[in-house]
């Protein structure tokens, strides 16, 4: 469905991860910004996507996407280098991959509740769960919840922040793939790893180039290059990384919800994104078609 007068945005979250929004209000949202090709790039899931597709009808393109968190120890670098990688066009084996977050995630949550325990606060997985939003995917700020509700915090926010954040009495680190491990489990799936918010990384640019040399000997296929929090001047080096490194530069809002730094759906903050370059999604689709092809 190729509209060169309509905006694209292929990073987005509703609230079948951590965003503010429901599908519906996404979908509103994204027709009113004149968007006409998306993605719900939801963390370790694709909960969003059919509803997504049924909303939208032919209104709008809604490309399949998934945003997973990578663990960096083999890097030497500290839990202030965040590392995302999105996978487009996924088939049904990036289920395998789901399974293998799943799983640490619960053991995260478990070992969180044990270290509470240990700190005298009779706190139970029932009682978190009592208190999640989510009763089949327990998380992090479900204990924050439960924490808040059982007396021990004055928000939510807090108790996270004073039990549960990196370096609190009670962090867990939640075991994650290496970036070359999720990218290849990534390939496997026929999807196309692209690496988002690559300010994210916090590295010099030689550093950054010589993290995603690594990363395309890996199979990474894109770069998140547009993005509302990046200057003009980062815009354009990153463009010039992709280019030289034949990664396609993609664009994403990263929208969480309108009171997240006024970002908006496929404007950006302040309408600094705007891109309706449709060539973009042609070069992932045919990424895509390559890598099913094996």
Known sequence: MENSSKIID??????????KDKVNEIISKAKMNNVGSLSLTEHYNLGSYQKARILAGSDIEI????????????????????????AYYPSYRIIKVFDIFETSRDKCVK???????????????????????????????????????????DSPISAYGDYL????????????????DLIYQILMASGVPVLFHPKSLKLNVDDLYDFLCF????????????????????????????????????????YHGLSDRNT???????????????SLITRLKERHHKISKG
């Open 10 to 19: 292929l990073h987005v979250h509703s609230t079948c991860s951590d965003g």
């Open 63 to 86: 490309i399949p996407g998934v945003e997973f968190g990578t663990n960096l120890d083999c890097f030497g670098m500290s839990k202030k280098h965040v590392c995302h990688i999105g």
């Open 111 to 153: 070992r969180t509740i044990k270290r509470l325990q240990n700190l005298n606060i009779p706190i139970t997985y029932s009682k978190v769960e009592k208190y999640a939003r989510k009763k089949i995917s327990i998380g992090r700020f479900d204990i924050a919840i439960a924490l808040y509700q059982m007396g021990y915090s």
């Open 165 to 180: 954040d990196c370096n609190m009495p009670a962090y867990v680190n939640r075991e994650k793939l290496s970036p070359q």
């Open 215 to 254: 990363l395309k000997v890996c199979g990474l296929e894109g770069l998140e290059v547009y993005n509302p929090h990046h200057t003009e001047e980062q815009t354009y080096t990153l463009l010039t990384l992709a280019n030289k490194l034949d990664l396609v530069p993609t664009v994403g809002s990263d």
């Open 264 to 278: 908006e759906i496929g404007k950006g903050i302040d309408n600094n994104l705007n891109i309706s370059n449709y």
